[in-house]
Nanobody, 118 residues
Framework: QVRLLESGGGVVQPGGSLRLSCVAS????????MAWYRQAPGEPSLVAKI??????NYAASVKGRFTISRGSAQNTVYLQMNNLKPEDTAVYLC?????????????WGQGTQLTVSS
C-alpha cells in the first residue's frame, strides 16, 4: 500500500502563488508516476502529472502557470502554482499511479483545499 499526505493549501488572492506538497510512504517502489488532480465539485480532473522518467503533462487551463516537480528522493511531488485565478479554487488531490495488470491503478491522498478569492 501507498499512503499520500498533501500539504500547502490555503486561501490566496487572485494573482498570488502557492506551492502544494505531497509525500508518499509505504510501498513507493511500485509508483510509476505522480500527479495532481482537482475536484470542484464533481469528478477529479487531471491538473499535472510527472512520470518516473521525468515526463510531464498539464491541463490546458494551467499550462504556463503551474509547474509539477519531484523531490530528489522521488517520493515527494510538488505543484508550484502561480498567477492563481478564482477558477483554480478546488480540493487538490495527490495521486500515485502503479501498474495494475494491463491497467493503471491510483492511490489517492485526502486532498488539500485551495481557495482563490479577494
Amino acid at each position: 500500500q501507498v499512503r499520500l499526505l498533501e500539504s500547502g493549501g490555503g486561501v490566496v488572492q487572485p494573482g498570488g502563488s502557492l506551492r502544494l506538497s505531497c509525500v508518499a510512504s509505504g510501498d513507493t517502489g511500485t509508483i510509476t508516476a505522480m500527479a495532481w488532480y482537482r475536484q470542484a465539485p464533481g469528478e477529479p480532473s487531471l491538473v499535472a502529472k510527472i512520470t518516473n522518467t521525468g515526463g510531464v503533462n498539464y491541463a490546458a487551463s494551467v499550462k504556463g502557470r503551474f509547474t509539477i516537480s519531484r523531490g530528489s528522493a522521488q517520493n515527494t511531488v510538488y505543484l508550484q502554482m502561480n498567477n492563481l485565478k478564482p477558477e483554480d479554487t478546488a480540493v487538490y488531490l495527490c495521486a500515485a499511479e502503479y501498474y495494475k495488470g494491463p491497467e493503471v491503478g491510483r492511490h489517492w491522498g485526502q486532498g488539500t483545499q485551495l481557495t482563490v478569492s479577494s
